[in-house]
């Protein structure tokens, strides 16, 4: 098992009924580290750029306009398999599909509006995590 990192997003609902600190207990009683948090107002242009993947979807717009309708918190998290694990934490998109204990089982009101985000992939994690932090914003 190797020490990884990846990215997560405390979404505009979560930071609205102030759940910072209850998901972060989750977290890390996952067994993972916040190495690096930061409550940040994300632009129109960052939320374009983070979500771009989506561009053709036809949710992207409402996406973008929920993800800078409010404060958010990106993280990076350290742990072993990380991503993986950070994944599982979560639960699945939609919060009626998510297992029981997880964050957006717990947590989150609607498909649209479930907590949290997290990296898909190691590379995803990296280009992620250098969108919003530096080296010397994180931790070692």
Request: aromatic residues 8%; proline residues 3%.
């Amino acid at each position: 098992m190797a020490t990884e990192r990846t990215f997560s997003i405390l979404k505009p609902d979560a930071t609205k009924r102030n759940l910072t600190g209850a998901v972060n207990a989750v977290i890390e009683k996952a067994g993972l580290r916040i190495v690096g948090q930061r409550r940040i107002q994300m632009s129109k242009a960052q939320a374009e750029k983070f979500y771009e993947v989506h561009a053709a979807r036809p949710f992207f717009g409402e996406l973008v306009e929920f993800m800078i309708s409010g404060p958010v918190v990106v993280q990076v998290l350290e742990g072993e398999n990380a991503i993986a694990k950070y994944r599982e934490v979560m639960g699945a998109t939609n919060p009626a599909q998510a297992d029981e204990g997880t964050i957006r089982k717990t947590f989150s009101e609607s498909v649209g509006e479930n907590t949290v985000h997290g990296s898909d992939s190691a590379e995803n994690a990296k280009l992620e995590i250098a969108q919003f932090f530096q080296d010397s914003d994180i931790a070692g």
